[in-house]
């Protein structure tokens, strides 16, 4: 159903460490999007790029994350200083124009 | 904010039968999509709309902007639909960001 890739499936950091994931969106993809699924199911959107460029993002993710979608190398989101509240799936999805396709998302834990 | 109220929360089925599952939206979305979590974990497409119905096999979703509520009809349930269903909207203004629904867990029962 969709191709893309993230890396790695699992992650596990203490907290204040760095938190680095990546993701390869579809072939043909311009629009990328990160979000978070926390324990409980719930879904926040982080950020979203066309190309290179940020399109929107919330404010946590403009303090405490570094994101980007460089041209022909993986997007990434880095985590710069990891909490524990941070504990959660991360998925990236790609998306041709509306439909969005999903990765299977890292999992990361903050101990 | 914007929100998805999605019902049931939990649904159990036997096989043969069908349901519907609902999202009610606070404010108009300009599109909706359906998913399913699979045993692994990943969100597989159902559907994508932006008006009126579409229909796969034993699947079926409505969504209407106007009356802010989008449906995934099942019919002739099997085991290998069970799982967690997602639907997630579209709000016009908010350059493609999906607002999910709480989810709602299927059971098939044989």
């Known amino acids: 159903n969709s191709k893309v890739i993230q890396t790695p499936r699992y992650l596990v950091k203490g907290q204040g460490q760095k938190a680095k994931m990546r993701c390869i969106p579809e072939?043909?993809?311009?629009?990328v999007f990160w979000y978070q699924q926390n324990k409980n199911n719930e879904f926040k959107f982080l950020i979203n790029f066309q190309n290179q460029e940020v399109l929107q993002q919330i404010d946590m993710t403009e303090k405490r994350f570094s994101a980007e979608c460089p041209s022909n190398s993986p997007c990434s989101l880095e985590i710069q200083s990891s909490e524990a509240g941070d504990s959660a799936l991360y998925l990236c999805?790609?998306?041709?124009?509306?439909?969005?396709?999903f990765g299977p998302g890292t999992r990361l834990l903050v101990l | 904010g914007d929100q998805v109220e999605q019902s049931p929360s939990a649904l159990s089925l036997h096989e043969g039968t069908g349901s519907a599952l609902r999202c009610n939206f606070t404010t108009t979305m300009r599109a909706v999509q359906w998913f399913r979590k699979n045993s692994r974990g990943s969100l597989i497409n159902l559907f994508y709309l932006a008006s009126g119905t579409k229909e796969n096999g034993r699947l079926k979703s409505a969504f209407d902007s106007k009356e802010r509520y989008s449906t995934l009809h099942i019919r002739d349930a099997q085991l290998e639909d069970s799982g967690t269903y997602f639907c997630a909207a579209e709000a016009g203004y908010n350059q493609g960001k999906l607002i999910f629904g709480q989810g709602t867990k299927l059971s098939i029962k044989p």
């Open positions: 999805a790609s998306s041709p124009k509306d439909t969005q396709y």
């Open positions: 072939k043909g993809h311009p629009v």
